[in-house]
């Protein structure tokens, strides 16, 4: 790095502080401004410098996080509620669209049953059926056995 130009120090009234490599300086006393070993415009130029820079103060200084103004909070709040309304939006067409879907199933099942009741008389009996209303000799005596423990 190189030299930066003139480096202000403030001083009380007179006398250099001097300080040792590795060792931080007291902070300086509140006083004018002294620019040391610079020409005249150097000079005029640096107090003019150093006389309107203000710096804003360190982040550790804050107490807490700033507050958003008034205009932040309501657009904030806002987004939040154009959002809401269109989640809204979206499970509302969802249910609706998962209504028609029940009712297109309902309509079809009723649409299948009415088909199977005009064709039952005409299907031709299954072995199947048969055997639904015979109960073999083997069940019955399991039943009668299980009656007779009871």
């Not at 005029?44 to 807490?64: I, K, N, T």
Request: with cysteine.
């Amino acid at each position: 790095m190189g030299d930066t130009g003139p480096q202000p120090r403030r001083d009380g009234g007179g006398g250099a502080a001097g300080t040792e490599p590795g060792r931080r300086s007291p902070p300086p006393p509140a006083g004018t401004l002294v620019f040391a070993g610079s020409g005249p415009a150097d000079v005029a130029a640096a107090r003019a410098f150093w006389s309107s820079a203000a710096l804003p103060p360190p982040l550790e200084s804050r107490l807490g996080p700033a507050a958003p103004c008034q205009s932040e909070r309501e657009s904030i709040f806002e987004a939040h509620n154009v959002q809401k309304a269109e989640e809204n939006e979206k499970y509302f067409q969802q249910a609706k669209k998962r209504e028609e879907i029940l009712a297109l199933l309902r309509k079809q099942r009723e649409e299948r049953i009415a088909k199977e009741l005009i064709s039952h008389p005409y299907k031709p009996k299954t072995k199947t059926d048969q055997l639904r209303g015979k109960v073999s000799d083997s069940d019955l005596m399991d039943q009668e056995a299980v009656k007779a423990l009871k």
